[in-house]
Nanobody, 123 residues
């Protein structure tokens, strides 16, 4: 049974930093690309960042480029999202997701999802 468990969300003031992580189990982690998505109240879920199975390739939404960094530690089955210079519009539930090998920015291409972790940025 595949499980993705996010942690590290919380509250931060605008301009601050926060890191969220996602631990995977029940799959061969090093064979899966990992993505981070987010969903704000009343809005559709949107792509944030993704990383390929090896970590060699990454992709970011334009809205977070230069502020967020995705990384992974395959021996620990963990993917991270470091978020700097946070803005109120970054407030959302952040989800990690897994798909085989190659990164994509479409949520429909991901097979497994975590339960999400809330990130709140106050102005």
């Amino acid at each position: 049974q595949v499980q993705l468990v996010e942690s590290g969300g919380g509250w931060v003031q605008a301009g601050g930093s926060l890191s969220v992580s996602c631990v995977a189990s029940g799959l061969t982690f090093s064979s899966y690309a990992m993505g981070w998505f987010r969903q704000a109240p009343g809005k559709e879920r949107e792509f944030v960042a993704a990383i390929s199975w090896s970590g060699a390739n990454t992709a970011y939404a334009d809205s977070v480029k230069g502020r967020f960094t995705i990384s992974r530690d395959n021996p620990k089955n963990t993917v991270y999202l470091q978020m700097n210079s946070l803005k109120p519009e970054d407030t959302a539930v952040y989800y990690c997701a897994a798909r085989p090998r190659y990164l994509r920015d479409s949520d429909s291409s991901y097979d497994y999802w975590g339960q999400g972790t809330q990130v709140t940025v106050s102005s």
